[in-house]
T-cell receptor, first 115, second 111 residues
Framework: DTAVSQTPKYLVTQMGNDKSIKCEQNLGHDTMYWYKQDSKKFLKIMFSYNNKELIINETVPNRFSPKSPDKAHLNLHINSLELGDSAVYFC??????????????FGPGTRLLVL | KQEVTQIPAALSVPEGENLVLNCSFTDSAIYNLQWFRQDPGKGLTSLLLIQSSQREQTSGRLNASLDKSSGRSTLYIAASQPGDSATYLCAVKGGADGLTFGKGTHLIIQP
């Protein structure tokens, strides 16, 4: 069983569209994250979320919004897609938000291409 | 603001050699440091996690060390194999937000 899964694996869309990426974890973790890996392969945190608090990286445009229907899911909604949004988006989870031992487990990534 | 630097950016060595990958970070107030492996077109696989109070962790042929006060970590790979070819990422956990990553070391092990 896949610990952290994402759908779709690939997403090709037109500029201006609205799209969503889904993430599910079956590890029973309390905290989930979204990361963006740009064309230069640099990974950067976008959101950190548990059922109590959402922490947003200040560089993330408000066109991006995480939605969590339950503890096991954290979906990423993107409005009015722009060319610069093309990247690989990774979902991750960990048991705690702040902890010395917590390992983050990553999904396989969603490759988004905006045309 | 935390910054993580990895040196070298790329490394190519013959099979069987021992090698060291370096990671440095600017803010020593961290909870832990993780080393990941990323294969082309794939997600990240966690290799080792070192808590801030620990000095090193070992898993098979991998050994990671941490010197928090100087803001440095190394990943030692013994007896390298072609299957070790990948990008190795260092990341630190500093607070309630996510990990801060370095840009990675692209490693090629020549058969």
């Amino acid at each position: 069983d896949t610990a952290v899964s994402q759908t779709p694996k690939y997403l090709v869309t037109q500029m201006g569209n609205d799209k969503s990426i889904k993430c599910e974890q079956n590890l029973g973790h309390d905290t989930m994250y979204w990361y963006k890996q740009d064309s230069k392969k640099f990974l950067k945190i976008m959101f950190s979320y548990n059922n109590k608090e959402l922490i947003i990286n200040e560089t993330v445009p408000n066109r991006f919004s995480p939605k969590s229907p339950d503890k096991a899911h954290l979906n990423l909604h993107i409005n009015s897609l722009e060319l610069g949004d093309s990247a690989v988006y990774f979902c991750a989870s960990s048991q705690d938000r702040v902890g010395w031992e917590e390992t983050q487990y990553f999904g396989p990534g969603t490759r988004l291409l905006v045309l | 603001k935390q910054e993580v630097t990895q040196i070298p950016a790329a490394l190519s060595v013959p099979e069987g050699e021992n090698l060291v990958l370096n990671c440095s970070f600017t803010d020593s107030a961290i909870y832990n440091l993780q080393w990941f492996r990323q294969d082309p077109g794939k997600g990240l696989t966690s290799l080792l996690l070192i808590q801030s109070s620990q000095r090193e962790q070992t898993s098979g042929r991998l050994n990671a060390s941490l010197d928090k006060s100087s803001g440095r970590s190394t990943l030692y790979i013994a007896a390298s194999q072609p299957g070790d070819s990948a990008t190795y990422l260092c990341a630190v956990k500093g607070g309630a937000d996510g990990l801060t990553f370095g840009k990675g070391t692209h490693l090629i092990i020549q058969p």
